[in-house]
């Protein structure tokens, strides 16, 4: 049989849970039935080396804020497209689908497969043009039911973001102070703002503790100023780009992430797999992994000083919702169930009527 052509499309290779996603897929990609190249828009190659020790091809363009780009790209695109010989290209992230779209026009019988990666695609300009471009698309991938809305497919298919859960299971030492952790990109989005007066009255109540922010973004120097406002460099602390997300994770003693908007966060899942008591916000498809009984979700940010104090004086609690979630990571969230479902989504595209009773099936 054939070999299906697999082009893996994303915005850049930055160290974040997409890119992390891709790796995961294109790793476990079944090489009997997949031929298959990475490619990245941006020129951010954190995970470049991952790819190729895996011997897995990737390409890297250099997308700018200027038309001149947009149109070099394109043309890039469609030559490395004809070399190929891509049937499938999977967009992750908006420029992706942006992108992909435009050569649709060129390349018809390309099978095109977007996945937002997040439930809030940041603009009122990017959801008018993913909605009313959904006709190109042969589907949409989302992440739960809740996340069906009018600007994907109407049979987007419910496939959710996965890990390699037994890839977490280290036996490392807890840090000597008790540690709240949060991973991410320091933005808007992702809210570590939040911590600032949780922080503040948990000190003046007399806990001792710390917590430990591992990311990099454009608020940083806004955080920085407001910690060190507040008096509280002993209690959080900006500690960049984590290279070792496992450890870190086994190594503190919870998660705690108050997030405005979110997909299915990657790094939820992480702390999970390391079997992490989890304290966050229930946006996006959260819902999926975290209630009661897996973690201390919280309706309000006004819940998260509570949430904080409660894991700390009933650790024994919050260890038996962290056990709780790692069994459901197992059975719902693991890579190889989950590379399966993509390997069959990509196999049916390649027949239309096929792959079009697939998705109704898979979408139902």
């Not at 991410?184 to 430990?212: D, H, M, T």
Request: with cysteine; proline share 4%; net charge neutral.
């Amino acid at each position: 049989m054939k070999k299906i052509k697999v082009m893996h499309l994303i915005t850049s290779l930055e160290i974040g849970g997409a890119q992390k996603v891709v790796w995961d897929l294109s790793k476990n990609l079944n090489q009997a039935k997949f031929d298959q190249v990475v490619v990245s828009l941006m020129d951010i190659t954190n995970y470049v080396p991952l790819f190729e020790k895996e011997n897995i091809p990737v390409e890297v363009f250099d997308l700018r804020k200027n038309p001149f780009s947009f149109f070099k790209i394109l043309s890039g695109m469609s030559r490395l497209i004809q070399k190929e010989k891509i049937d499938i290209i999977h967009a992750q992230l908006y420029h992706s689908a942006l992108i992909t779209t435009f050569l649709k026009f060129k390349f018809p019988h390309l099978k095109f497969v977007f996945t937002s990666q997040n439930w809030n695609i940041e603009s009122k300009a990017r959801e008018f043009f993913i909605r009313n471009t959904k006709g190109f698309r042969d589907t949409d991938i989302i992440f739960s039911e809740q996340m069906r809305s009018p600007i994907y497919k109407d049979d987007a298919i419910i496939i959710p973001n996965f890990i390699t859960v037994d890839a977490y299971d280290l036996n490392v030492p807890k840090f000597s102070k008790f540690t709240f952790l949060n991973l991410g990109r320091l933005g808007e989005q992702k809210n570590q703002k939040a911590f600032i007066e949780p922080v503040k009255r948990l000190k003046q109540k007399g806990y001792s503790f710390q917590v430990l922010i591992a990311g990099v973004g454009s608020l940083e120097e806004e955080l920085k100023q407001q910690i060190a406002d507040n008096d509280l460099q002993e209690e959080i602390k900006l500690i960049g780009h984590c290279s070792d997300v496992p450890k870190i994770c086994n190594q503190a003693h919870c998660f705690a992430m108050p997030s405005l908007w979110e997909g299915l966060p990657l790094a939820m899942l992480e702390a999970g797999a390391s079997e992490l008591p989890i304290i966050s916000t229930v946006v996006g498809s959260i819902d999926m992994v975290l209630n009661e009984n897996t973690g201390y979700p919280l309706s309000t940010l006004d819940q998260l000083e509570a949430s904080m104090e409660r894991v700390m004086n009933n650790y024994e609690e919050a260890t038996q919702k962290a056990a709780a979630m790692k069994q459901l990571l197992l059975e719902q969230f693991d890579v190889k169930a989950n590379v399966r479902k993509h390997e069959e989504l990509y196999v049916d595209l390649m027949n239309t009527v096929k792959g079009k009773q697939l998705v109704k099936e898979m979408s139902a």
